[in-house]
């Protein structure tokens, strides 16, 4: 058995550790570019901008990230990151304000456009990336990826250099997360833990990850159905961290491959698409996954993961069908399947070979027929 395993970043998890962001970063310089979207989490990080001030810091907001960030965006973060001479990028929110820290700390710290550094270890150098999640789901604030749309199709770079030298996890910023991006994000983190323990680059570390992980989430995001109470968001908030420590090095599957251009020409959010695909795709691997297929229905309670995975949605109101899915043309379906079979990233990673028309059926599972 050979392994490389690397893990460079620093995680601190709990309730209130985002207070200790100051005394954390000191050591990365003084001036901070501080990323986060438009909406509600722009206000945490006003908050956040504020006591960095107030500890001597300067900060420079970049508050403009959508979902799902496009190119332009970060190059619009970039831009200000160089007029700035920042020294480090702090990201608050959910996976795109991270992924799109990352990206900006990689074109600055590399001296380099985007799209050289797009595709796997392109990155010379990146900024510090200080990871602040307020969602629990992307795993992000742990792993090498930064996933990014570029002309409606998901794009991803890929470095050791953009893991964050710090993550800071604490479980009561999800606290007011509505219901819908508590399933949204908690699905996707979900989907690491098991597409990343049936990877064909999983290890018994990452194994370990995965299956603890399991645990976490049944017991988190089963509670949060429920109640919003802080133990299931803390349990969730770990099962995400345990996601992404899972994905980092096992790398997350084709149910991500699938589900980006239901995200990027249908605006499925990332979670809910890789949920509709999960049972479709493991009962089609499920040959080839047979043990870990039953360790995984095991540990989350269920007689089989794919039944059990079916109930999930249903009780997470995630329709079997997707809506305006029916009408595409067969040529689109083409389109997105060629899409899926050309991502090396996952195909590598992948426990079972698909062709075309395999994942042509796996869409098709998806409309009315
Ligand atoms: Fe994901």
Not at 103 to 121: F, R, T, Y
Not at 138 to 164: D, Q, R
Not at 202 to 224: N, R, T, V
């Amino acid at each position: 058995m050979n392994i490389i395993y690397q893990m460079p970043a620093k995680v601190i998890f709990g309730k209130g550790t985002v207070t200790l962001l100051p005394q954390e970063i000191k050591q990365y310089g003084e001036k901070v570019l501080l990323v986060s979207g438009k909406g509600k989490t722009s206000i945490l990080a006003k908050e956040i901008g504020k006591v960095l001030e107030t500890d001597g810091f300067q900060v420079v907001p970049f508050f403009q990230v959508e979902p799902n960030p496009s190119i332009e965006t970060v190059r619009a973060g970039i831009l200000l990151a160089l007029q700035e001479k920042v020294d480090m990028v702090i990201a608050i929110g959910g996976g795109s304000p991270l992924d799109t820290a990352k990206a900006i700390a990689a074109s600055v710290g590399s001296d380099s456009i985007m799209e050289e550094l797009l595709g796997i270890n392109k990155v010379k150098t990146a900024l510090p990336v200080i990871a602040v999640p307020t969602t629990s789901g992307t795993g992000s604030e742990v792993t090498k990826y930064s996933i990014l749309t570029m002309n409606h199709k998901k794009v991803s770079l890929v470095s050791t250099h953009i893991v964050p030298k710090l993550a800071i996890v604490d479980p009561e910023l999800t606290l007011d997360l509505p219901r819908n991006v508590t399933i949204d994000t908690g699905l996707d983190a979900l989907s690491h833990l098991l597409e990343g323990f049936f990877s064909r680059s999983s290890s018994p570390i990452s194994d370990a990850y995965a299956k603890e992980g399991l645990k976490w989430f049944k017991y988190g995001y089963e509670g949060l159905l429920v109640t919003g109470d802080y133990q299931y968001r803390e349990s969730l908030s770990m099962a995400s961290l345990l996601g992404g420590l899972t994905i980092n090095t096992a790398s997350s599957g084709l149910a991500h491959a699938i589900g980006y251009p239901l995200t990027s020409n249908f605006g499925v959010p990332h979670g809910k698409a890789n949920a509709m695909i999960m049972p479709h795709l493991f009962f089609w691997q499920k040959s080839e996954i047979i043990k870990k297929y039953k360790e995984a229905s095991e540990i989350l309670g269920y007689s089989d993961l794919c039944e059990g995975l079916i109930a999930l949605n249903h009780m997470s109101d995630i329709e079997p069908i997707m809506s305006g899915f029916s009408d595409t043309p067969e040529e689109n379906i083409i389109n997105y399947a060629e899409e899926v079979v050309n991502n090396q990233r996952f195909m590598m990673s992948a426990p079972k070979t698909p062709n075309k028309e395999d994942i042509i059926n796996m869409y098709r599972k998806l409309q009315w027929k």
